[in-house]
């Protein structure tokens, strides 16, 4: 004889997909629907690069990344105000721009390696994509950043803060790389690892080449090259000397 399901059976909600669920995106792609996919599900913003490539898609995601560092370009410009309001989001969205286009090849070439079967469309998708979801990440900082920005004028400081909230954005945004590798049936997922250091040094050297973007100069972009890691000592130097 059989017994009715309790109440606690037929309300039970369904399961809710992974994270990382190789699952398409069933209604479509749109600005809205793409940025909850990226902090929801980035495993379906994978699948539609692989498997339903949409030129608006890939536009979306490089649209979302240069709108989110623009956006938060502000609030680094806001530190010291005036023209660094525009000049701050003008170079980190041009840097950030330009270490894409650095990086894109090696990525490709690391990619397979890797023994990923990928085109080149659904590499450079995967990478705004990892780009985009660091970028919305930056925009929650925002306000954090804002407080700090308004209410000191150490100009390490700052520049160490930004960095470290980059960093830790990044850094969730490049693990799309690793399960681009999983979906994919990569055996050697460690290249795109090396890879994800490489483009993180790259990021880093970029902007200090576009130096200042947090304080003011003379100079909208330096004379003298310098590696990023001197750059950060003699900052460190020279605001210590000042106290």
Not at 42 to 67: D, F
Not at 93 to 110: E, H, K, N, R, V
Not at 142 to 156: G, H, L, N
Not at 205 to 224: A, K
């Amino acid at each position: 004889m059989n017994t009715p399901p309790t109440q606690n059976q037929s309300s039970k909600p369904p399961p809710i997909p992974g994270r990382f669920a190789f699952e398409p995106m069933s209604q479509g792609a749109s600005p809205p629907l793409v940025i909850e996919a990226l902090l929801k599900y980035p495993g379906r913003i994978i699948h539609e690069l692989k498997n339903n490539w949409r030129a608006a898609l890939p536009l979306y995601l490089l649209s979302l990344a240069l709108l989110g560092m623009l956006a938060y370009g502000v609030v680094v410009g806001s530190f010291s105000g005036g023209a660094q309001l525009w000049i701050a989001p003008a170079k980190i969205a041009t840097g950030t721009m330009l270490s894409i286009l650095i990086c894109l090849p090696s990525l490709y070439i690391f990619t397979c390696l890797s023994g990923i079967d990928a085109q080149l469309r659904t590499v450079t998708g995967v990478l705004f994509a990892a780009v985009s979801l660091g970028a919305l990440l930056l925009i929650g900082f925002a306000p954090i950043a804002w407080i700090f920005s308004q209410s000191t004028d150490s100009v390490a400081f700052m520049a160490a803060l930004h960095i470290g909230l980059w960093a830790i954005g990044i850094m969730f945004g490049l693990r799309l790389l690793e399960a681009m590798g999983h979906f994919l049936g990569g055996p050697a997922r460690s290249h795109l690892k090396f890879w994800s250091m490489i483009f993180i040094v790259v990021c880093l050297q970029m902007m200090t080449t576009l130096r200042p973007i947090v304080g003011t100069s003379d100079r909208f972009l330096p004379s003298e090259k310098k590696f990023f890691l001197t750059h950060w000592a003699e900052t460190l130097r020279d605001e210590s000397a000042r106290k």
